[in-house]
C-alpha cells in the first residue's frame, strides 16, 4: 500500500502529486491518520527510533550444533517481528551450509545488546523485541523460536556442495553394502560429557542399555523391514566394544561435519545427548528417538531446560 504516510497531510499531499485524490484514497489516509495517531499514544517513548527497517544479529558461542539452534531461532525471531536478520562470517555454519544471511557489510556497532542464558526455555521478552537494532546474546535450544518457519530452515541448513557430495559417497557405500536396508543413523555421544565437572552439571550419558532399548524399539517400528544402525560418535572405539552387534555399521573416522551430514541424511535417528544429534535427527526428519536422562534429574542442567520447548512433541523418549 503505497499510503503508509506519517501525517494526513502528507498523505494527502501525495495523492495530490500523483493525481489520485480519490474518496478511496482519502479515506486510505484518514485510516493511516487514525493509526499513526494510536501509534503515537500507544508509544511516545519509541517515537524517535521507530521507522525500521531493523536489524537483528546474534553472537555465536561453541560449536555446531549450538550454532544451528543460536542461527535457526535468530531467523524465527526475525521473521515472526519483522526484523532484518545478519550474521557476520566466520561461524561454523559457513562451510557446511548454504546459509543466506551472512553479511559483514552491516555493522551491529550501536546495537542494543540482549542476553538470555538460560539455555533451554523460552524467554517472552524475545518475542516482544523493542524496536531496535538489536544484537542477541545466548544460547536458544529451543526449537518453538523457529517452529514457524520450519521450511525454510530446512533450506537455510542445505549442505554446501562439495560436502554434500561426501556425504553422499559415505552413505552410498553404506546403501550399496546394505540394499534395502532402512538405515538409521545413530549419534553416540560421550567425550567431555562425561568428566566430572560436566555429570555434576547434570549431562547425562547413557549406558549400553539406552541403544539396545532405541534399537528395539526402532525395530519394532519398522516392523517388516530390514534396519541397519549407522552409528557416528566422538568415542568410536566405545562404540566398537559395546555395541558390537550385526546389524550395527560403525563410520570410519570422519570430520564432525561429513558424520554430521551422514546421520542428517539417514532415514532416521537415535540420538543420545548434546545438540549436535539433535540437529542430525531434526534434519533427517524421519523417526527421532532419544535418551531420556540427557538432563540428569535434579541438576543443575534439568532445571534450566523446558523439556516439551527442547524435544519436538512428535520425538520418542527412551531410557537405560
Ligand atoms: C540500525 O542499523 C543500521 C545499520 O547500522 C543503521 O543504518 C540504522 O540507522 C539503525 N537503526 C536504528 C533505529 O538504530
Ligand atoms: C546427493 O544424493 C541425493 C539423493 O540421492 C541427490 O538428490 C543429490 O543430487 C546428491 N547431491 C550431490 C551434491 O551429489
Ligand atoms: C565383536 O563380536 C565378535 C563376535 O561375537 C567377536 O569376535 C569380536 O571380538 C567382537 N569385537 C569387539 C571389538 O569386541
Ligand atoms: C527422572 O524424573 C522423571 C520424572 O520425575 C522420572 O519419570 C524418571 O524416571 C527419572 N529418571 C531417573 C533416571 O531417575
Ligand atoms: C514448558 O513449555 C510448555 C510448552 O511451551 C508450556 O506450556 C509450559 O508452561 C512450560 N512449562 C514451564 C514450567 O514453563
Not at 46 to 75: D, V
Not at 93 to 117: K, P
Request: proline share 4%.
Amino acid at each position: 500500500m503505497p499510503c503508509v504516510r506519517s501525517s494526513l497531510r502528507e498523505c494527502l499531499a501525495w495523492r495530490l502529486r500523483s493525481g489520485l485524490l480519490k474518496m478511496t484514497g482519502a479515506v486510505a489516509c484518514l485510516i493511516v491518520l487514525y493509526m499513526s495517531a494510536l501509534t503515537t499514544l500507544n508509544s511516545i517513548d519509541e517515537s524517535q527510533a521507530n521507522t525500521g527497517p531493523f536489524y537483528l544479529t546474534t553472537i555465536f558461542q561453541s560449536r555446531l550444533g549450538n550454532h544451528l539452534f543460536i542461527y535457526a531461532s535468530l531467523l524465527g525471531l526475525a521473521r515472526a517481528q519483522n526484523r532484518t536478520p545478519f550474521i557476520p562470517s566466520g561461524t561454523y555454519l559457513d562451510n557446511v551450509f548454504q546459509i543466506s544471511h551472512v553479511d559483514d557489510s552491516i555493522s551491529a556497532e550501536g546495537f542494543r545488546l540482549m542476553r538470555h542464558t538460560t539455555f533451554g526455555v523460552v524467554y517472552p521478552s524475545l518475542w516482544n523485541l523493542p524496536r531496535e537494532n538489536i544484537t542477541l546474546h545466548g544460547p536458544r535450544e529451543v526449537f518453538r523460536y523457529f517452529e514457524n518457519i520450519e521450511d525454510e530452515v530446512r533450506r537455510e541448513f542445505t549442505f554446501c556442495a562439495p560436502l554434500q557430495r561426501q556425504i553422499n559417497e559415505t552413505l552410498g557405500k553404506v546403501r550399496a553394502e546394505f540394499k534395502g536396508h532402512v538405515i538409521v543413523g545413530v549419534h553416540v555421544r560421550r567425550g567431555d560429557f562425561l568428566i566430572d565437572f560436566n555429570k555434576k552439571l547434570g549431562f547425562g550419558v547413557p549406558k549400553v542399555s539406552y541403544f539396545i532399548n532405541a534399537f528395539h524399539r526402532m525395530r519394532s517400528m519398522l516392523k517388516g523391514r530390514k534396519v541397519t544402525f549407522l552409528t557416528a560418535s566422538d568415542d568410536l572405539e566405545w562404540c566398537h566394544e559395546n555395541l558390537n552387534f550385526t546389524d550395527v555399521k560403525i563410520l570410519e573416522p570422519g570430520s564432525a561435519e561429513l558424520h554430521f551430514g551422514v546421520l542428517a541424511n539417514c532415514d532416521h535417528v537415535i540420538l543420545s545427548s548434546g545438540t549436535y544429534g539433535w540437529w542430525a535427527a531434526w534434519l533427517a526428519d524421519g523417526i527421532s528417538i532419544y535418551y531420556d536422562g540427557y538432563f540428569s534429574n535434579g541438576s543443575r542442567m534439568r532445571s534450566d531446560v523446558n523439556l516439551s520447548d527442547y524435544y519436538p512433541p512428535r520425538w520418542i523418549a527412551v531410557g537405560d
